[in-house]
């Protein structure tokens, strides 16, 4: 009998050891949703404390309604999305950074990490300005997926090397991370990277411009944004989610090479092209607006241009602007105008019209027919211009600190306009 009992008393045993691992490969698993003291000290931050939604909300919005909730220590999207809504944001903005993630999907399941997002009403959605880590169950998704639709991939700009690949099965947990360093990008699948490139380059910038992008001339292009996660239609399950943010490396560009139009993208049917070493903006026989835009976004920074007014001169330098449907670009304008019309001031270009004019007795800064120099200085909320070496306008403003977009040179329609560019030097802040 006591043979039997130390037998039965095993059995238990046993069976209570393998109650426990179940319990240990759940999703409370080894307290996840924390940092070890070393993470900390390293500038690990985390995104999800395992109990709420706290720091996420709905994209374009000011609280989550979106049908996300927390399960067991996991956010989870319940799998109602669409392509047009179902998308959460985080309440911060990131740049450079590490990010880490676990995920699991169910059968056939689709998903994606999100970066860099733009937040404003003429983006429907969250992919159209921010790049995309997929997330996809491969052997069981009902369709044919094309190779830049596949798990890991930049979506539809970047592969991965799927020899390096080793993928969970969906129900069981998987990790990635995404490396931004200063336009070096990394992705990471169950600590092993797959995928690494150069954002911005010559190469990039092909991709951007042909096939899913072509018609989204803000893909890619913002330097900081939210985070986003997406409901694509079927549950998908989060945890760890944690982000180490990196430094900025300061820049100084020289804008215009004196050679060509390569960094910039032309708007409209305006004139825009470069003579004995000059950049020309010069009306089309349509006498419509024109926009000479930079491929780049840039944010804080401290710019430099000299101009020359012939005929007409109204025109005007934009600051974290973006291009709409058609020639329109949407933002905050530095007039360059004939004298007696404001150069140096500040002009909305929707809503609210002119945010700051330049006093009256400035205007004789400008030196008409001759060469002038306008510096521009962005920082956060402020904007500060000098004409010719002397301060024009300043001014603190909180829509254009939660602006990020280009820079764009400008053609004021009504026809008879040239003005002559050079020496348009950048440095980042």
């Known amino acids: 009998m006591k043979s039997t009992k130390r037998m039965i008393s095993f059995k238990g045993l046993l069976a209570s050891c393998a109650i426990a691992a ?29 109990e709420t939604m706290n720091g996420w909300r709905d994209y374009n919005g000011t609280s989550l309604t979106q049908p996300w909730h927390v399960v067991d220590g996991c956010i989870q999207a319940k799998g109602d999305g669409s392509d047009s809504d179902g998308y959460i944001v985080s309440d911060k903005e990131y740049e450079n950074f590490e990010l880490y993630w676990e995920w699991k999907l169910t059968k056939g399941g689709n998903s994606g990490m999100i970066y860099h997002v733009v937040e404003r009403p003429q983006f429907k ?19 044919v997926l094309e190779p830049w639709q596949r798990l890991g991939v930049d979506y539809a ?67 900081k944004g939210v985070l986003c996660l997406q409901d694509h239609g079927s549950p998908a399950s989060f945890r760890n989610v944690k982000i180490k943010e990196l430094p900025r490396k300061t820049q100084e560009v020289d804008l215009f090479n ?20 000059l950049l020309v903006c010069e009306s089309g026989p349509e006498k419509q607006y024109g926009y000479l835009a ?46 007696g019309n404001g150069t140096g001031g500040i002009y909305e270009s929707y809503g609210r019209g002119w945010l700051i ?17 306008m510096r521009i200085l962005v920082q956060g909320n402020k904007v500060t211009t000098w004409l010719n070496g002397e301060q024009m306008i300043e001014l603190d403003d909180e829509q254009i600190g939660k602006g990020k977009g280009r820079i764009a040179l400008q053609i004021h329609d009504g026809g008879g306009i040239k003005v002559l560019w050079r020496n348009l030097k950048l440095k980042t802040l």
């Open 294 to 339: 930079t491929r780049e976004y840039y944010d804080d920074f401290d710019l430099t241009v000299e101009f020359k007014q012939e005929a007409d001169g109204n025109s005007g330098v934009f600051i974290r602007s973006f291009v709409e449907e058609g020639a329109k670009v949407n933002g905050w304008q530095v007039e360059v105008a004939p004298k």
């Open 157 to 223: 700009m970047y592969l991965p090397d799927t020899t390096k690949m080793k993928v969970n099965p969906y129900g069981e947990w998987n990790n990635s991370k995404i490396v931004f360093d200063n336009g070096h990008v990394e992705h990471w699948l169950n600590g092993v990277k797959i995928l690494e490139f150069e954002a911005w380059t010559d190469d990039w910038y092909a991709r951007k411009n042909s096939g899913k992008w072509e018609n989204a001339p803000e893909y890619g292009l913002a330097k």
């Open 258 to 277: 004196g050679k060509d139009l390569n960094g910039w993208e032309a708007y409209g049917t305006e004139k825009w092209y470069v003579q004995d070493g």
């Open 22 to 50: 179940i319990l240990f490969t759940s999703c409370t698993e080894s307290k996840p949703n924390t940092l070890t003291e070393q993470e900390k000290a390293d500038g690990w931050q985390l995104l999800f404390d395992g």
């Open 357 to 373: 004019q330049v006093p009256k007795e400035k205007e004789e800064f400008l030196k008409v027919g001759d060469w002038n120099t």
């Open 125 to 143: 959605v969250p992919y159209v300005t921010g790049p995309e880590y997929q997330l996809i169950d491969e052997p069981n998704f009902d369709g």
